[in-house]
């Protein structure tokens, strides 16, 4: 029965819904994580450095045909990416895209410090080691694989990787010598770092040693991308969430 003197169910509505809920109640404020951020703006900037005087040695052409500087000037614009992102507190990188910048950076150190630094070596490339080329080869060889490790390891939270990804890190580097044969196929025989890496000299060894060592290499970065997934996900999450990197629930190197 109607009910004269009772509130309409309208009007009831509209003075519950007038109250205002802080917004701090429904969307956390952001964590800035301000330690982090200028941690990984230095890596970027040791990058950034080490290629600046690669640059200012020798031929842009030649420089930006190495892997070493393609892939610090990946971890530069993903570092710097990722310190903005950890200044302001907005939500990190993709896990997969900040741990194939780790990859990339840490066979580039690896590769150097077995096979190329060693002047006993088949392949050693330690002829002009010395002044800024010294300087350079330790920031892009030594300096920023560990601090992106560091980084990966300690300010970031596990989680986030599939065993896919390892094949995905893979299209990088298959690129990578499919530019490398075009570039000295394209170059007259003699010319200077004609292949940039003696293991992929098809000018001394021929295409099918050139070949056979690219093999092995690709077989390293899946198996040391493997790693780093399985690693992902046995290692703790260090320290409390407002003092890392990445927020609860995210992973990979932000």
Do not use: C
Not at 135 to 144: F, G, P, W
Not at 185 to 212: I, M, N, Q
Request: a positive charge.
């Amino acid at each position: 029965m109607f009910d004269p003197h009772s509130r309409p169910y309208s009007t009831a509505y509209t003075a519950s819904s007038s109250t205002q809920v802080p917004a701090s109640a429904v969307v956390p404020p952001p964590v800035r994580r301000r330690y982090a951020a200028v941690f990984r703006l230095l890596i970027a900037l040791a990058a950034a450095t080490g290629v600046g005087i690669d640059l200012s040695l020798a031929d842009p052409g030649r420089v930006f045909s190495y892997f070493t500087v393609q892939s610090n000037l990946l971890v530069a614009v993903v570092l710097a990416l990722s310190a903005r992102r950890a200044w302001s507190g907005r939500m990190p990188l993709p896990p997969a895209l900040t741990t194939a910048a780790l990859l990339y950076v840490l066979v580039t150190g690896l590769v150097y410090h077995v096979l190329l630094s060693d002047a006993a070596a088949p392949f050693s490339m330690t002829g002009s080691d010395a002044g800024r080329h010294a300087v350079a080869d330790q920031l892009l060889h030594t300096v920023t694989p560990l601090a992106v490790l560091a980084d990966w390891l300690l300010l970031t939270r596990p989680g986030g990787l599939r065993p896919r990804h390892a094949a995905l890190w893979l299209l990088y580097p298959a690129a990578y010598l499919a530019f490398v044969l075009i570039r000295g196929a394209a170059l007259s025989p003699g010319t200077v770092a004609r292949y940039p890496y003696p293991f992929l000299d098809v000018e001394a060894h021929g295409y099918g040693a050139a070949l056979a060592d690219a093999a092995l290499l690709g077989a390293f970065f899946l198996a040391l991308g493997l790693l780093l997934i399985g690693l992902d996900r046995l290692r703790p999450a260090l320290g409390e969430p407002g003092n890392r990197i990445s927020p609860p629930g995210s992973g990979g190197l932000k």
